[in-house]
Structure formats: structure tokens, C-alpha cells
């Protein structure tokens, strides 16, 4: 049974044009247009927690308005990536060392085939779709941590399994070198925000950039993008850290 590519191609071209769709959609603001991916501060338990004011005015800061906490309506994200960012930047560091350890005690060719047993029609056909759903989905967990439950690591972590489904399908040769240049360039993006909050704002991961109105998609800017490259390392570590086992 051979491989169909044209109702492959078919499939994949539906699904990336409902992946852009998702994220026009998710980087459209409230009032401005679709605002598919809002989300309704005074609909959440934490509604208390974020109304608070810390800018300095009498009485509590009005849902809408800008200048409370870091514009994140998701309070997991305002403790993770503000109030103790530098536990973060440990647990990442962590998972680093965890990833050149074991590549430093499997050493071995970088590129090496990484199937060992010939997979069926049907699970290379269906794979690469599911990997594009995956890594999809993980983007989404990414950017919408602010709002929502989800961030940088559980999305790195699911586009990771994307790329463990590849190594386990196919019989090719993987370039980890890859992997290994985008950890190493998100690890000095992440560290580079930090040393900009210090010298914009005086404080290390302070945030600086603009904070949006909580509950809109394009709020919590600083969270967005500690978050984005977070998950750009999480998922590249990850991948390594798989397939250095894998291959042994």
C-alpha cells in the first residue's frame, strides 16, 4: 500500500490554513476584529487577584484598565514569569545540564539514523500530520499562557513529542545540531530580557515592554516573550535529551 501525497497534501494544506486562521485570530485584540482568544477577566476566580491596584491609585484598578500587575489575566503566569522568574531561569538551567550531561556521556556522531525498524504506510502517512498538530497545538499552549493555563514549558514539551514521533517513524538521519543551536540561542534571548529589564527598569526580568489591557491577546507582552523562547529551549532540550537516549 502506497503512500497517497496528493490527499496527503490536501489534509495538510487544510490544516495549516486552519493553524493561521487560529493564530490571525489569537493575535487579533479585543473590539479590533475576530478576538477569538480573549479572555473575560471578570469571568475568572481570579478576577480579585488582578483587579487589585498596584500602580499606586486609591481603590481597586477598574477591569480594562491598563497599569496592574503585568497584564496577565493567567496568575500562575504573573508568579512563574514575574515575581519568581529567577526560579524559572533555574528550573531551565536544570533541565540544561540535565541534556549536556547526557550528551556528554552518550558522545557519539551527531547524525545517526534514528529508526531502527521499517514503520507502515499508515503510521508514515498519519505521523507527519499528527507532528503538525502537535507543534501547532504546543505554539498555541506558548503564546496563550498568559490568558489561560499553559506556557513555555507544557508547549515546549508537546512540540518536543512531536519530534519523538519522527524519531520513532522514520529511518532518517536527524541533525541534532539544530536543536542544540536554537536551546543555546533561546538560553542567551532569555538571559539578554533579563539583563534589559535591569537596565531599563533597574530590576533583573523587570518588565518593560508594553502591558496591554488584562484578558486581551496582546497583553502581557513581557510574559509573551519569556515565554515563547522558554519554549523554544524546553522543546529543544527536550528533543536532545530524547534523543540521546533513543539512540543508545
Not at 528550573?91 to 545540564?97: I, N, P
Not at 507532528?131 to 498568559?146: D, K, S, V
Not at 523554544?232 to 539512540?247: D, F, N, Q
Request: with cysteine; glycine share 12%.
Amino acid at each position: 500500500m502506497e503512500r497517497n501525497n496528493f490527499i496527503l497534501g490536501i489534509i495538510a494544506l487544510i490544516i495549516i490554513s486552519a493553524m493561521g486562521y487560529f493564530f490571525y485570530a489569537m493575535y487579533t485584540e479585543q473590539g479590533g476584529g475576530i478576538g477569538l482568544f480573549d479572555a473575560d477577566p471578570e469571568e475568572r476566580d481570579s478576577n480579585t487577584y488582578i483587579t487589585k491596584s498596584v500602580s499606586g491609585d486609591p481603590g481597586p484598578v477598574i477591569p480594562g484598565k491598563k497599569a496592574y500587575e503585568n497584564s496577565s489575566a493567567n496568575i500562575v503566569t504573573s508568579i512563574v514569569v514575574d515575581y519568581r522568574m529567577l526560579d524559572t531561569l533555574g528550573e531551565v538551567l536544570v533541565l540544561f545540564c540535565a541534556s549536556i550531561g547526557l550528551v556528554l556521556l552518550f558522545k557519539k556522531d551527531d547524525d545517526i539514523t534514528t529508526g531502527t525498524t521499517e514503520s507502515s504506510t499508515i503510521s508514515k502517512t498519519a505521523i507527519p500530520l499528527i507532528m503538525l498538530l502537535a507543534i501547532t497545538f504546543g505554539g498555541y499552549i506558548i503564546l496563550h499562557g498568559h490568558l489561560t493555563p499553559g506556557g513555555g514549558f507544557p508547549g515546549g514539551a508537546i512540540i518536543a513529542s512531536a519530534f519523538l514521533l519522527k524519531m520513532i517513524t522514520f529511518k532518517k538521519s536527524m541533525n541534532i545540531k539544530k536543536f542544540k543551536l536554537a536551546e543555546s540561542l533561546a538560553g542567551l534571548v532569555i538571559v539578554s530580557v533579563g539583563i534589559a529589564g535591569l537596565v531599563v527598569k533597574g530590576s533583573f526580568f523587570a518588565q518593560f515592554l508594553p502591558q496591554g489591557f488584562v484578558g486581551d491577546t496582546l497583553s502581557a507582552m513581557g510574559s509573551i516573550l519569556i515565554y515563547m523562547f522558554i519554549g523554544i529551549k524546553v522543546a529543544s532540550e527536550l528533543t536532545v535529551i530524547m534523543y540521546t537516549l533513543k539512540r543508545e
